[in-house]
């Protein structure tokens, strides 16, 4: 699978869209971008995920570069209960499903 | 539906100690993991389950053993508790390989002293 490149963490005023951004420069051609959050001690929580074109669920927006190379995760309107650590995943599909976790951004919406 | 169920929230252990952490689903997943995650760190996965009877190791397994009876059951076993098996256990369940949506239990915290 492919390495993700995530920033530490970053801070979003509540009410404003929130841009995660993700660099995955080695990407093959069949392998999906996951996106999970991870509320506090909780356990992680699927969020989005795509191939090629972009996607949008009651969660959020995914956008995929032409390349592949780079995403952004966007949360249209940050809440404070979107305070958690985001993480962006590649995934081969003929794996059994595996998922490979690095360390995310922690993403602070505040006041 | 309850989802993904963990037993116990917390637990801890002596060195040396076993303990059986419960995983338990209800959503007629096929696929079941688990995993860790030390402080400050991503989870990395322990074991994995394709099915009921079937099992292959994933990042980290040493330690650990894991068995498959049924569909909704996937225990996870320690036998000889070690400091460095202090962490935080998460099992999840998906429904088949070509998904990689997969639910998460709540979590055991686990401390061996």
């Known amino acids: 699978d492919a390495k993700t490149t995530q920033p530490p963490s970053m801070d979003c005023a509540e009410g404003r869209a929130a841009n995660l951004p993700c660099n995955h420069s080695t990407i093959s051609g069949n392998e999906y971008v996951y996106w999970y959050r991870q509320i506090h001690s909780q356990g992680p929580q699927y969020i989005i995920h795509g191939l090629k074109n972009n996607e949008t669920n009651e969660m959020a927006s995914l956008i995929i570069t032409e390349d592949r190379k780079s995403s952004t995760l966007i949360l249209p309107h940050a809440t404070l209960r979107d305070t958690a650590v985001y993480y962006c995943?590649?995934?081969?599909?003929?794996?059994?499903?595996?998922?490979?976790f690095g360390t995310g951004t922690r993403l602070q919406v505040t006041l | 539906n309850a989802g993904v169920t963990q037993t116990p929230k917390f637990r801890i252990l002596k060195i040396g100690q076993s303990m059986t952490l419960q995983c338990t689903q209800d959503m007629n997943h096929n696929y079941m993991y688990w995993y860790r995650q030390d402080p400050g760190m991503g989870l990395k996965l322990i074991y994995y389950?394709?099915?009921?009877?079937?099992?292959d190791k994933g990042e980290v397994p040493n330690g650990y053993n894991v068995s498959r009876s049924t569909t909704e059951d996937f225990p996870l076993r320690l036998e000889l508790a070690a400091p460095s098996q202090t962490s935080v256990y998460f099992c999840?369940?998906?429904?088949?390989?070509?998904?990689?949506?997969?639910?998460f239990g709540p979590g055991t915290r686990l401390t061996v002293l």
């Open positions: 995943i590649v995934r081969y599909t003929g794996t059994a499903s595996k998922l490979t």
């Open positions: 999840a369940s998906s429904y088949g390989q070509g998904t990689g949506e997969q639910f």
């Open positions: 389950s394709v099915g009921a009877g079937i099992t």
